[in-house]
């Protein structure tokens, strides 16, 4: 990913660990 869009894919990524646990 692009380094601006470093922040926003981690949090998608989180909340979709989040989602699937």
Do not use: F, L
């Given at each position: ?11 998608v ?6 989602k699937?646990?």
């Amino acid at each position: 990913s692009v380094t601006a869009d470093n922040a926003s894919e981690t949090k998608v990524r989180e909340i979709g660990q989040e989602k699937s646990s």
